[in-house]
T-cell receptor
Framework: NAGVTQTPKFQVLKTGQSMTLQCAQD?????MYWYRQDPGMGLRLIYYSASEGTTDKGEVPNGYNVSRLNKREFSLRLESAAPSQTSVYFCASRHHLDTEAFFGQGTRLTVV | RKEVEQDPGPFNVPEGATVAFNCTYS??????FFWYRQDCRKEPKLLMS???SGNEDGRFTAQLNRASQYISLLIRDSKLSDSATYLC??????????????FGKGTHLIIQP
């Protein structure tokens, strides 16, 4: 079982460049999430998708866009990367509101 | 008051000892509770769900106190491999912001030989 798969695992960008982080899950989950994690800050929600075709802002959405391409895939796009977006990004999914979430292995992004 | 609060630690504990830490939550409508474990530079992984009646999985025991709005995690006979950050997660049955999944910032545990 692959679970939640994120690509890429590592990325270095120059300020102003754009990129898309990919996430796919094979567990037929309804909800998908994008988090960023910075030292001392814990997990902060960027965007989430409660079901296919819907997306909503989380705690820190500025500078990001998302697409729920289908039930399996939820991508995160940085249109113009900034050094403040240097972080570890995690994608997660879960089936229902009262069930546990499963995480991808993370993407370590550095913006220089 | 923050939605989910944890003592960040670090908790420095000798190998073989018992350690416990709590997590408090502010939303009384919270229905589901979980403990996750996160190793350095890795993704969070589910350690155990927390049921109203409490539950035990080997050396790990989780309990819920709805009246005081906290959950606890007890680790007995601690091992070096238990060193990690433990995240508390609560979720209401329906509604709530961000689809209802709220994480604490984690408690850092270091087991010393």
């Amino acid at each position: 079982n692959a679970g939640v798969t994120q690509t890429p695992k590592f990325q270095v960008l120059k300020t102003g460049q754009s990129m898309t982080l990919q996430c796919a899950q094979d567990m037929n989950h309804n909800s998908m999430y994008w988090y960023r994690q910075d030292p001392g800050m814990g997990l902060r929600l960027i965007y989430y998708s409660a079901s296919e075709g819907t997306t909503d802002k989380g705690e820190v959405p500025n500078g990001y866009n998302v697409s729920r391409l289908n039930k399996r895939e939820f991508s995160l796009r940085l249109e113009s990367a900034a050094p403040s977006q240097t972080s570890v990004y995690f994608c997660a999914s879960r089936h229902h509101l009262d069930t546990e979430a499963f995480f991808g292995q993370g993407t370590r992004l550095t913006v220089v | 008051r923050k939605e989910v609060e944890q003592d960040p630690g670090p908790f420095n504990v000798p190998e073989g000892a018992t350690v416990a830490f709590n997590c408090t939550y502010s939303n009384s409508a919270s229905q589901s509770f979980f403990w996750y474990r996160q190793d350095c530079r890795k993704e969070p992984k589910l350690l155990m769900s927390v049921y109203s009646s409490g539950n035990e999985d080997g050396r790990f025991t989780a309990q819920l106190n709805r009246a005081s709005q906290y959950i606890s995690l007890l680790i007995r006979d601690s091992k070096l491999s238990d060193s990690a950050t433990y995240l508390c997660v609560v979720t209401p049955y329906s509604g709530g912001g961000a689809d209802g999944l709220t994480f604490g910032k984690g408690t850092h545990l270091i087991i010393q030989p």
